[in-house]
């Protein structure tokens, strides 16, 4: 059974950053594809970027330019730098590792 531990989520105001790990446990990690996802409240889950195994990367619109995801096989843990951040990235984000499994999820808030 494949498990993701993710971590970094915070409070931060407007215009900071933070950085997400996401952790997968197993020996697979290099061979498939990871995205991160986001739920804001009263919102459907989104996505936010994604990674395939070769690091090849794809962004929402929403957050091209701020963000930057990325993975360290050799740690079997996938990373999302967020930069500029905004209030309505306000969520919470989630790691998904092989189109099939998820994290547990992250709270990020954005506020002054």
């Known amino acids: 059974q494949v498990q993701l531990v993710e971590s970094g989520g915070g409070l931060v105001q407007p215009g900071g950053s933070l950085r997400l790990s996401c952790a997968v446990s197993?020996?697979?990690?290099?061979?498939?594809?990871m995205g991160w996802y986001r739920q804001a409240p009263g919102k459907q889950r989104e996505l936010v970027a994604t990674?395939?195994?070769?690091?090849?990367?794809n962004y929402a619109d929403s957050v091209k330019g701020r963000f930057t995801i990325s993975r360290d096989n050799a740690k079997n843990t996938g990373y999302l730098q967020m930069d500029s951040l905004k209030p309505e990235d306000t969520a919470v984000y989630y790691c998904?590792?092989?189109?099939?499994?998820w994290g547990q999820g992250t709270q990020v808030t954005v506020s002054s």
């Open positions: 998904r590792f092989a189109w099939r499994w």
């Open positions: 197993g020996s697979i990690f290099r061979l498939y594809d």
């Open positions: 990674i395939t195994s070769g690091g090849n990367t």
